[in-house]
């Protein structure tokens, strides 16, 4: 921290404290026993006049105790550039709250680690485990329970861009994924977007301009067919949705598909899932990844 802002905190910490202590000192003088007559402020509501006297003493000492424990406070933690004298850091009470937790959790997660993604379904240990992990850090996207939203994979469906086997999972969980799909609309123009756009949805069962679609199913191959498919399927080595299926990460709320399929076409989609292996680490990501995998099995 620079000098400027260390001794800026010290000062407004300075004004702060001389404040209080000013205002104390000067709203605890108490009334004299002797000839006292009470006063009052003048306001009077519904008969009841309102008294003007000092706080109560008990009152004022309490006040004068807190702003000795900030003293203290401020003598064995932290402030500004001072290390108190307990030499008490953030950064090290994470790590001594990690060493604290590896040492009580380590053995359950390496045991779940050396069974199959696969089987930790079964285990419900790990499955608590893993659902507070997806909880903490998978549900703000995909949802509490896994049914995703607009760009963010439904986990329950068991339809998988990139593969949904237990590794494929652990794997995506691990490294993260980032899927490209092209602005295709400069190179296909108006009518070639609305004629694969038919084509696409008759891929999916849906009702199309037949003549259209047909008009679509040439500029398809030449322009889709190297990642999602002749027949519509995907590459899961390439992250391609299957456009068969009738399930649509990208259907625009309150849109109709037609109109999501050309948008996706003309302006392309770019989506991004973080890598974990470094937040979690692989024996936590091995846990989660059985959590998922359940979701979609279950």
Known sequence: MSSFWNA???VLFGITMLGLAALIH??????DPEGFTEETTGHSFDGIEEYNNPMPKWWLNLFWLTIFFALGYFIFYPLGNWPGVLGWTSQGQLTDDQVAHQRRYGEIYERFASMPVEE????PQAMRIGQRLYEDNCALCHGQAGTGSYGFPNLTNNDWSWGGSGDDIKTTLLNGRQG???AMGAA???PGVRAVTEYVMQLSGHSVDTALAERG???YNATCA???GQDGTGNQMLGAPNLTNDIWLYQIPGESLRASIAHTLNEGRAGNMPAWRDFLGEERVHILAGYVYGMSER
């Open 180 to 182: 490209q799909m092209p």
């Open 188 to 190: 296909l123009g108006s």
């Open 120 to 123: 930790l379904m079964d285990h």
């Open 226 to 228: 190297a990642c999602h």
């Open 217 to 219: 199913e040439p500029l």
């Open 8 to 10: 800026y905190i010290w």
């Open 26 to 31: 000067f709203t605890r003088k108490m009334p």
